[in-house]
Every structure is written in structure tokens, then in C-alpha cells.
């Protein structure tokens, strides 16, 4: 592919907080263009939750993944599904039902996972001027029965032969002192849950 993917980790040692970098730098001799995700699974069961950008492309601030002749669309005007609400400007989804997977272009820079008595959140960084791939989502989800998938996205950007395109995320488990049992408790979760740690 004319590409090298680099993974850098840095694991701090007194909170345990996990920091990651993804680079991919351009090692041919033409133009290339790509961009990174970074996909984690996690069990299935638990509340999912990240901020809705206030100026999303999307009606309803999100999008629902739908097949129809073979291709995916997301659907960003009518995005029902049942366990998925918007709280509060926070979009929080209960999974481990049938296989579905939705997305936003959420500019806040986090998705939370709150699963028994854990937190999960993972910081990564988001391009206000960026052009994200497919539907245009910087984060998507998917769940079934079984998994939930956090899966952060950066932009698409062309690199010329040399160039990097870096996307730097930050991950932090944060104990709770019961377990989440609906969508409202998982809302009340947010302010456990610091700024951002990257500049836009």
C-alpha cells in the first residue's frame, strides 16, 4: 500500500491511564490517502454515550446504519432505534440487542462505555475542518448480543511521499460505585469526565 502503520503506547504507571498514538506515514514515491480508526471491543450489555455536536450536518445530531441493495447508508433524519435516546445534548445507547451500528459527527472529542461497576472513556481527537470518510462520522458504534465496539475515527487526508498523518487518543477506566441500569444514570456519568486532553 506505499504505508507504515505505527502504534505507539505510553501507560502511566500511578493512574494507569493509556495513551495512544497511531501513525501512518507515506513511504512511496506518489501521493496517498487514507485515514486511521481505532476499533475496541469491549462486552456487550452495557451504556454507551458520547456529546452531540450542536452543528451536525445530521437532523437528528446522529445516524443509524441501514442495508438496502448491498450498501450501507446512515440514515441521519429519522435514526430510530429502540435504546438508543439523546439526553441532554448526549446521545446514549443501551447495547446488546440485534446488530446495529450508528454514528455522528460528534465534536466532542470522547465516547464513554459504562459497563458494571467501570467506566470506560476514550479520548481522541477531532478536526473541526477535517473530511471523515464515508458518512462523514468521527465516531461510530457497533453492538449485537455479544461485543460493543467504540470506534473512533480521524480524517481523510492525503499525504505526499514522507508525510505522517497522526491520531492521538487517550484511554481512562473510571470505577463507579453501583452499576448503570438506565440510560438516565448513564447520562449522570458525564461530569465524571474531564476535557478533552487534545487542542483543536
Known amino acids: ?6 502504534k505507539e503506547f505510553v501507560l502511566a504507571g ?3 491511564e493509556l495513551g495512544l498514538l497511531q501513525r501512518l506515514r507515506n513511504v512511496s514515491d506518489h501521493a496517498v490517502k487514507y485515514f486511521l480508526a481505532d476499533r475496541t471491543i469491549c462486552k456487550g450489555g452495557g451504556f454507551v454515550f458520547f456529546p452531540l455536536n450542536k452543528k451536525s450536518r ?33 446521545l446514549v445507547a443501551q447495547t446488546g440487542g440485534d446488530a446495529s451500528r450508528l454514528g455522528a459527527d460528534s465534536d466532542g472529542q470522547w465516547i464513554a462505555y459504562a459497563r458494571g461497576r467501570l ?10 475542518w477535517g473530511d471523515y470518510p464515508g ?6 458504534v457497533y453492538f449485537d448480543r455479544r461485543a460493543t465496539e467504540l470506534n473512533p475515527l480521524s480524517p481523510e487526508i492525503s499525504l505526499d511521499p514522507g508525510d505522517s498523518l497522526m491520531f492521538p487518543e487517550k484511554w481512562v477506566l473510571i470505577p463507579l460505585d453501583k452499576e448503570v441500569a438506565t440510560a438516565e444514570e448513564a447520562r449522570k456519568l458525564v461530569p465524571k469526565i474531564l476535557p478533552p486532553p487534545f487542542r483543536r
Open 1 to 6: 500500500l506505499g504505508v507504515v502503520l505505527e
Open 14 to 16: 500511578d493512574t494507569g
Open 58 to 90: 445530521f437532523p437528528a445530531g446522529w445516524a443509524l446504519a441501514r442495508q438496502a441493495g448491498g450498501k450501507t447508508t446512515y440514515d441521519g433524519a429519522v435514526p430510530g432505534l429502540y435504546g438508543v435516546s439523546v439526553l441532554g445534548g448526549v
Open 119 to 128: 467506566l470506560f472513556v476514550k479520548y481522541y481527537f477531532y478536526a473541526p
Open 135 to 140: 458518512a462523514g462520522n468521527s465516531v461510530e
